[in-house]
């Protein structure tokens, strides 16, 4: 059995090495088609009888509610917002993922701390200030990247919203007062920060631009892999 | 000579709960403004947007050490870049009460990692003048337990299970927030006020010292209000 490990110094009173479960990740831009992988993971884990928890960015009971009000009023500044979104992972981290791990649960991640540093240093953040942000945070067992092209994410996107998400196009950022323009522009700056984490915090990129079967398929092989040596005895 | 860009000046107050600060901190702003200067007042976790997750937080006792210190670390943000980081660039003269050193001894006390609390908060400037409010623990704790019927639940440290009777436990919080406090004068360079002094004597030594180390004549308001 691997044991757990976090980043850097572990959160007060927490120790990594007595977590159990399994922790994977999946990473990838807003309609990169993860919630439906997410899904279909979920319903197969259990069959194969693995209990599961599925966690996600600002569903904290804590910040969930006040950080989506503060995005439709958009008064807050990146930092404030960084640390906003820094808040709702913790809370996450302490009251789900850890209770989970300890209790052996699989926890699926629909995206982790990797798009949260992407966001916050294509605003400008200072990378060490948002690495050490993160650095209590708990390695995953496996990390997973949908890696779709902008083309097909746009596509996605109007297919199901029939518009274009202020944030997700990154209008906050004055890219461009053309929203497809933005959009592309800055999903095209968020793949290059997550190519600079990648180098650093070692993820696996799964390409997004095939069907959702194919794509299940491979993720389920690769997951299995991760789960025998998490479960193994 | 302070940073490029900043003409302010920072004024900040620091100290045990108890400790008279913020009353001091009113009675500079009062004659600062009485001498015509520009001033600002913030003080520690009032930023409006974020009020409503601590409150919660609070109230539900929802908040662990980490994200105890990030609550305020957000509020703290929220303040510092839309009111305190640009009235420095115009010129002001800011007073904080309580700033980025309670939180290292607060949440330090709760087990955050000081390197990643100084981390945290790297992005605030050092005050030109901290001003630490130093008296004995039990005088602090007296006015403290004497003047309040009812503690708060964090204040008094019970998160952090030091013991179930609130007042004990808020006394053996107060006395490691102060062995932090100790600590951190030296490497914060703090200047101390001897806080067990009557009020009009602490306020004038308060107001002769800062008249000593800022030019107060540069901070005039230009336009009479």
Redesign the interface.
């Known amino acids: 059995m691997t044991k757990k490990r976090t980043y850097k110094n572990p959160l007060p009173g927490l120790n990594p090495e007595t977590l159990s479960g399994a922790l994977i990740v999946i990473e990838g831009a807003d309609c990169s088609g993860r919630s439906t992988q997410i899904r279909l993971l979920s319903e197969w884990l259990e069959q194969n009888g693995y209990a599961v928890t599925q966690v996600g960015l600002t569903r904290s009971k804590l910040i969930g509610p006040a950080l989506a009000r503060a995005k439709e009023g958009n008064i807050l500044s990146p930092r404030t917002m960084s640390l906003f979104y820094a808040t709702d992972f913790y809370d996450q981290i302490e009251n789900t993922i850890v209770p989970a791990l300890n209790a052996g649960y699989i926890v699926l991640a629909d995206r982790y701390i990797y798009t949260l540093m992407a966001r916050d240093i294509v605003r400008g953040a200072n990378p060490e200030w948002v690495e050490s942000l993160y650095s209590m945070a708990v390695v995953p067992d496996a990390v997973f990247f949908l890696l779709t092209s902008s083309q097909n994410l746009i596509e996605r996107t109007l297919t199901s919203h029939q518009s274009l998400d202020y944030w997700e196009s990154g209008m906050d950022i004055g890219l461009s007062r053309d929203w497809y323009d933005s959009f592309i522009r800055y999903q095209r700056s968020l793949r290059n920060e997550y190519k600079n984490l990648q180098v650093h915090y070692g993820f696996e990129t799964i390409n997004g631009n095939r069907t959702i079967g194919s794509i299940q398929k491979d993720l389920r092989a690769k997951i299995e892999a991760v789960l025998e040596k998490v479960y193994a005895g | 000579m302070g940073e490029p860009g900043i003409s302010g000046k920072l004024i900040a107050v620091e100290g045990l709960d108890g400790s008279g600060k913020s009353t001091q901190i009113y009675l500079l702003h009062q004659w600062l403004l009485g001498l015509g200067c520009k001033v600002f007042f913030s003080e520690w976790n009032s930023s409006v ?2 009020k ?2 601590t409150r ?2 609070k109230r539900k006792h ?6 105890f210190s ?2 305020h ?2 509020d703290f ?2 303040r510092y ?2 009111q305190i980081l640009p009235m420095l660039k115009a010129g002001y003269l800011v007073l904080c009460d309580r700033y980025i050193y309670t939180s290292f001894a607060r949440d330090g006390v ?4 000081p ?2 609390l100084r ?2 908060y ?2 605030a400037k050092n005050p030109d003048v901290t001003l630490y409010f130093k008296l004995p623990l039990t005088t602090a704790l007296g006015r403290i337990l004497e003047g309040r019927i009812k503690l708060q639940y964090f204040e008094a440290g019970m998160d952090l299970g030091l013991s179930i009777d609130i007042r004990e436990s808020f006394q053996i919080f107060q006395r490691m927030v102060m062995d932090q406090y100790e600590r951190m004068s030296e490497e914060f360079g703090f200047t101390i006020v001897d806080a067990s002094r009557s009020i009009p004597i602490q306020q004038e030594t308060i107001r002769g010292l800062i008249s000593n180390r800022i030019d107060l004549s540069q901070y005039k308001q230009r336009v009479k209000r």
């Open positions: 947007i974020v409503d997750a919660k937080g929802l908040l662990t050490p980490t994200t990030l609550i670390a957000t943000a929220d870049e839309r709760r087990g955050c990692n390197g990643w981390k945290l790297g992005f």
